[in-house]
T-cell receptor
């Protein structure tokens, strides 16, 4: 099992550009989520999904879109990048709460810089 | 709103000593608590978890204590090793909230030889 795989590892964008951060998991997890991590702060939830075709907003959803067409993939789209979106982005997955208590499994992140 | 915070941003210990990392949470409806370790350039790695119906749980060299009365969580690491140097995060989940974990800001653990 590769676990949670995120690509790319690093990305530099100019203000106004768009891009998609990729996330894939091979553990057949139904729950997937995106977090951002800024210096001196904990991880903040952007969007999450409890299964294919179902997504919802987290704490900081503005400027980001998600979709979930398969169980394995959960891409995060930046529509028009802004310097405030400079951060490290983590994708995480787990079984949903309905299957008991299960910790989130994280990928190794995408470090994004917006100039 | 709910929040999870940490008392100390940095903890320095000598190799071989025991480490205690503390965490406070604010929502009494939280039912699940998790400790993560994050090394530089990597994603958070699961260490240990505990449900709200438990007070203590032990793993290999780690123990998590939960005090629901004062909404306090701690992680104890026995015989701390240089490889334990990392940032440690606590996280909690609201009952019925899927796995929408709320993270604290983290504590950096520095282990000195």
């Amino acid at each position: 099992n590769a676990g949670v795989t995120q690509t790319p590892k690093f990305q530099v964008l100019k203000t106004g550009q768009s891009m998609t951060l990729q996330c894939a998991q091979d553990m057949n997890h139904e729950y997937m989520s995106w977090y951002r991590q800024d210096p001196g702060m904990g991880l903040r939830l952007i969007h999450y999904s409890v299964g294919a075709g179902i997504t919802d907003q987290g704490e900081v959803p503005n400027g980001y879109n998600v979709s979930r067409s398969t169980t394995e993939d959960f891409p995060l789209r930046l529509l028009s990048a802004a310097p405030s979106q400079t951060s490290v982005y983590f994708c995480a997955s787990s079984y949903p709460r309905g299957r008991g208590y299960s910790p989130l499994h994280f990928g190794n992140g995408t470090r994004l810089t917006v100039t | 709103g709910e929040s999870v915070g940490l008392h100390l941003p940095t903890l320095s210990v000598q190799e071989g000593d025991n480490s205690i990392i503390n965490c406070a949470y604010s929502n009494s409806a939280s039912d699940y608590f998790i400790w993560y370790k994050q090394e530089s350039g990597k994603g958070p790695q699961f260490i240990i978890d505990i449900r709200s119906n438990m007070d203590k749980r032990q793993g290999q060299r780690v123990t998590v204590l939960l005090n629901k009365t004062v909404k306090h969580l701690s992680l104890q690491i026995a015989a701390t090793q240089p490889g334990d140097s990392a940032v440690y995060f606590c996280a909690d989940r609201l009952s019925g909230g899927y796995n929408k974990l709320i993270f604290g800001a983290g504590t950096r653990l520095a282990v000195h030889p």
